[in-house]
């Protein structure tokens, strides 16, 4: 044969293997993700607080994908009663042949040391026979910051403190999860948002507006107070991930569910609670005074709460990871927290 058809044959047969390497790399990783996820006995999360929309979403969206999710929340508030709807909209259309949805919810506050402990004996209590501690709590209790100086001392105790309080109530908890199981052991916190990422730092310094500065403060505590426990942790065999939202203010971070339909339009009241759990949308439908309310908790797509997944299950999580809403082009992909207006 010439020379220019075994130059063929040759590429024909280079294309034939990168094909079947791939093949064969998109079924190992299949695979490890499949001996990594967690047994069923250690799916336990805790999600400190539903009471934000982003705590909820993340509660009802894991327990959809079937983690056992235990829910931090005010006592009758909204959060509660929002999470309750779900979870008996979904049991009640689940299959008979397909385990229903698993979420409690427990009356825990961040910035009470008697609430956190109670809360730890109550998740202990939630825990099934045999299983002795939970695979990874998902601290998303605090405030913006935002508000003037009154704020400030509300939102580092919340914020800061608070997570120096999560880390010491639940850390033995996760670590008997992380000797029974070589992958658990998580402790998550929200990291740097929009407004205090790298490029917004420019920005504060020259605004003078006490709110920008008391948010700034916070975020960047809970920063330095999530690296200090990450090195303080890791000898327990403990991760400590930071959740950056580089889309997303503070605001819109800790902000409530969102009331999609006033109470007065009956006509689109729905009749039982609903929810879109395959389009990580948590929209509950709860009986206020009088008539029926629907609300939304969609913070993330469905992207970025698989990034939280993936952070959940991977055998060797990163120190940060981002839930991006703006998917990056590779021209405007940084390695910081800058955002483009």
Same mark, same amino acid.
């Given at each position: 044969?010439?020379?220019?058809?075994?130059?063929?044959?040759?590429?024909?047969?280079?294309?034939?293997?990168?094909?079947?390497?791939?093949?064969?790399?998109?079924?190992?990783?299949?695979?490890? /993700?499949?001996?990594?996820? +967690?047994?069923?006995?250690?799916?336990?999360?805790?999600?400190?607080?539903?009471?934000?929309?982003?705590?909820?979403?993340?509660?009802?969206?894991?327990?959809?994908?079937?983690?056992? /999710?235990?829910?931090?929340?005010?006592?009758?508030?909204?959060?509660?009663?929002?999470?309750?709807?779900?979870?008996?909209?979904? /049991?009640?259309?689940?299959?008979?042949?397909? +385990?229903?949805?698993?979420?409690?919810?427990?009356?825990?506050? /961040?910035?009470?040391?008697?609430?956190?402990?109670?809360?730890?004996?109550?998740?202990? !209590?939630?825990?099934?026979?045999?299983?002795?501690?939970?695979?990874?709590?998902?601290?998303?209790?605090?405030?913006?910051?935002?508000?003037?100086?009154?704020?400030?001392?509300?939102?580092?105790? &919340?914020?800061?403190?608070?997570?120096?309080?999560?880390?010491?109530?639940?850390?033995?908890?996760?670590?008997?999860?992380?000797?029974?199981?070589?992958?658990?052991?998580?402790?998550?916190?929200?990291?740097?948002?929009?407004?205090?990422?790298?490029?917004?730092?420019?920005?504060?310094?020259?605004?003078?507006?006490?709110?920008?500065?008391?948010?700034?403060?916070?975020?960047?505590?809970?920063?330095?107070?999530?690296?200090?426990?990450?090195?303080?942790?890791?000898?327990?065999?403990?991760?400590?991930?930071?959740?950056?939202?580089?889309?997303?203010?503070?605001?819109?971070?800790?902000?409530?569910?969102? !009331?999609?339909?006033?109470?007065? !339009?009956?006509?689109?009241?729905?009749?039982? +609670?609903?929810?879109?759990?395959?389009?990580?949308?948590?929209?509950?439908?709860?009986?206020?005074?009088?008539?029926?309310?629907?609300? &939304?908790?969609?913070?993330? +797509?469905?992207?970025?709460?698989?990034?939280?997944?993936?952070?959940?299950?991977?055998?060797?999580?990163?120190?940060?990871?981002?839930?991006?809403?703006? !998917?990056?082009?590779?021209?405007?992909?940084?390695?910081?927290?800058?955002?483009?207006?």
């Amino acid at each position: 044969m010439d020379p220019l058809t075994w130059l063929s044959l040759g590429l024909q047969l280079a294309a034939l293997c990168s094909i079947v390497g791939a093949l064969l790399l998109y079924l190992l990783r299949k695979v490890r /993700v499949a001996e990594v996820l +967690p047994v069923d006995s250690a799916k336990t999360v805790l999600v400190t607080s539903v009471d934000s929309a982003l705590g909820l979403q993340i509660a009802t969206y894991l327990s959809g994908k079937g983690w056992r /999710v235990i829910a931090g929340c005010r006592q009758g508030g909204l959060g509660a009663r929002l999470a309750e709807s779900w979870l008996q909209a979904h /049991v009640a259309s689940t299959p008979e042949d397909q +385990p229903p949805p698993r979420l409690v919810t427990l009356e825990l506050d /961040v910035a009470r040391e008697d609430l956190l402990e109670e809360a730890a004996r109550a998740t202990a !209590q939630h825990l099934p026979a045999g299983e002795h501690g939970v695979w990874a709590v998902i601290n998303t209790a605090g405030s913006s910051g935002r508000g003037g100086a009154a704020c400030w001392e509300s939102a580092l105790r &919340s914020n800061v403190l608070g997570a120096l309080r999560v880390a010491r109530t639940f850390s033995p908890m996760l670590a008997a999860a992380a000797s029974d199981h070589p992958y658990a052991g998580r402790l998550f916190y929200i990291g740097l948002t929009s407004d205090t990422a790298c490029d917004s730092l420019s920005r504060l310094e020259n605004e003078t507006s006490e709110g920008n500065a008391g948010a700034a403060a916070v975020r960047w505590g809970t920063w330095g107070a999530a690296r200090a426990l990450r090195a303080s942790l890791r000898a327990r065999g403990l991760h400590v991930v930071l959740l950056h939202a580089p889309d997303l203010s503070a605001a819109e971070i800790y902000a409530p569910p969102v !009331q999609l339909t006033l109470p007065s !339009q009956p006509s689109s009241r729905p009749e039982t +609670p609903s929810s879109d759990v395959s389009s990580s949308t948590a929209t509950c439908a709860v009986t206020m005074p009088g008539e029926a309310a629907e609300y &939304s908790a969609k913070v993330l +797509p469905t992207s970025a709460l698989k990034v939280l997944e993936e952070a959940l299950i991977s055998p060797s999580p990163r120190d940060s990871y981002y839930l991006k809403i703006k !998917q990056d082009s590779w021209f405007t992909r940084m390695p910081s927290l800058r955002v483009a207006h």
